[in-house]
């Protein structure tokens, strides 16, 4: 992958006005828990996949302040010269934690958390954010609008619809650990090895005398690689029977047409007919038009002959739900002995309320089925006997329980990064993509449901919850 542009004074200002807070207030070196989780799920959904973790290691791995930097801090007139001589030298020395790229994740849970000195953990909010923002939104939607297409391949179109350079690169290697097939975007597969596709636009048609001439040249050209637009003019009447034509003349039985416009069911189940009339039973179908995961799921459901699609706009900006919504909250802090002392945000709002301390996650499977059942959040140094019974909560309903037997329990978090050394290999796209696929199937088909999805158990350990009660009936008795 190509090197990228040093992106350390890609932040909020805050982040820096806060460093420059802690280094004077003698904090700069006070270690810090921040947890990155998520609150909701988009378009309402069960679940979401983890997706951005390559970009911010990159990220943190490179992380400096060049003299070009010091000098922009040095003009705005409020930064400490202390300060900054300590950027100078600065060089994330903390540890990491994350879950895999292609994880299910949901609410309230740690999908990265971050132990570290206060102006390193408080930095790296903003780069973090933005990047598991993005990647796990636009995987999240990639994952329902694959789902939904049942097996047949999906390919990323949305390059030219995405929000800037990064949104569509990113947001194409997001789609491919998600399950999509292949992308429009040449960039993403020379960065990252996502395959890149793609047939031809309306203008191609146009630029020939006629459609045959168009269909015919293109033939010629790639004949192991033929899949001709057919609805520049008339689908029916002059589109696919000039496909046919060309495809027969040129010889050519690995091919393929794409449906762009119109009623996607019924164009294409009469295109099937005349294909397999004309002995093209081989020839596929390939559907584009600002399709969704309802659109496509209503296009199967209607016996669509349809292969395979293209989804572009819909996808690249999530355009249902545009704002993936993750946060970085404080969790606990580290007194000078060493000790852990939690934190915790309060709020009327009780979505907004934090789960305090340095945490682990397991991930209960039953060894039954295979499926994920539950995940536990407890204390980063909780034992569990995990041969005995689990009993865990609905977060959504304390009183509904269930009691687990035949179990295992895998831990979700990985280690990242260690005193400022990368320990982690990151896998290949390829390793993502089949870790997702793994994972997801691994999720019961009622937790997998577009609409009105089965509430899937996250709930906290005896010893965790006992600590965040206690911290808010600590606040709820503090005075003014």
């Not at 990639?142 to 179109?157: C, K, L, M």
Request: proline share 4%; aromatic share 12%.
């Amino acid at each position: 992958m190509k090197a990228k542009t040093n992106l350390t004074m890609l932040c909020d200002y805050y982040q820096l006005t806060m460093s420059n807070g802690y280094f004077r207030a003698d904090l700069a070196d006070r270690i810090c828990y921040f947890d990155m989780f998520y609150r909701s799920v988009p378009d309402n959904g069960g679940f979401a996949i983890a997706a951005g973790l390559a970009q911010v290691v990159e990220y943190v791995r490179d992380l400096k302040f060049d003299e070009e930097d010091i000098e922009y801090l040095r003009s705005k007139g409020c930064f400490d010269e202390g300060f900054l001589d300590y950027l100078r030298n600065f060089k994330f020395t903390g540890d990491i934690w994350a879950v895999p790229e292609g994880t299910p994740v949901f609410p309230n849970e740690p999908i990265i958390t971050v132990r570290a000195p206060a102006i390193q953990a408080q930095f790296i909010e903003t780069f973090l954010l933005l990047t598991m923002n993005h990647q796990c939104l636009i995987a999240t939607k990639s994952n329902r609008i694959v789902r939904a297409a049942e097996g047949r391949p999906v390919a990323e179109f949305g390059s030219r619809r995405a929000q800037g350079a990064d949104g569509a690169i990113l947001g194409a290697r997001a789609s491919y650990i998600a399950g999509c097939a292949a992308t429009a975007c040449t960039m993403a597969d020379q960065w990252f090895g996502a395959p890149a596709t793609g047939t031809m636009a309306h203008s191609w048609v146009q630029m020939f005398p006629d459609e045959y001439t168009a269909f015919k040249t293109y033939c010629k050209l790639y004949p192991n690689n033929a899949t001709l637009l057919v609805d520049t003019y008339n689908v029916l009447k002059s589109g696919v029977p000039n496909a046919i034509r060309v495809f027969k003349e040129e010889g050519i039985t690995r091919c393929g047409i794409r449906l762009d416009s119109g009623d996607l069911t019924y164009l294409s189940r009469k295109a099937r007919q005349m294909l397999d009339e004309a002995g093209l039973t081989e020839c596929k179908i390939v559907a584009s038009n600002a399709l969704d995961e309802y659109i496509i799921r209503d296009l199967v459901r209607q016996g669509a002959r349809i292969d395979s699609f293209g989804v572009g706009e819909r996808l690249i900006t999530s355009r249902s739900e545009p704002v993936f919504g993750g946060v970085y909250k404080l969790a606990a802090i580290e007194d000078e002995q060493g000790n852990i002392i939690p934190k915790i945000k309060i709020s009327e709002n009780s979505a907004k309320i934090t789960t305090p301390h340095f945490k682990k996650v397991y991930r209960i499977f039953s060894k039954d089925s295979g499926k994920a059942e539950a995940d536990l959040i407890c204390l980063h140094d909780e034992e569990f006997d995990f041969t005995q019974p689990l009993e865990l909560f609905d977060p959504e309903a304390t009183w509904k329980r269930k009691v687990y037997t035949d179990y295992e329990a895998k831990e979700l978090l990985v280690p990242v990064f260690r005193k400022g050394e990368l320990v982690y290999q990151v896998p290949d796209l390829q390793a993502s993509r089949a870790y997702c696929q793994r994972q997801v199937d691994a999720l019961w088909d009622e937790v997998k449901r577009f609409e009105n999805p089965h509430n899937y158990y996250v709930d906290l350990s005896q010893k965790l919850w006992d600590i965040k009660r206690s911290l808010l009936d600590g606040a709820g008795n503090q005075k003014n």
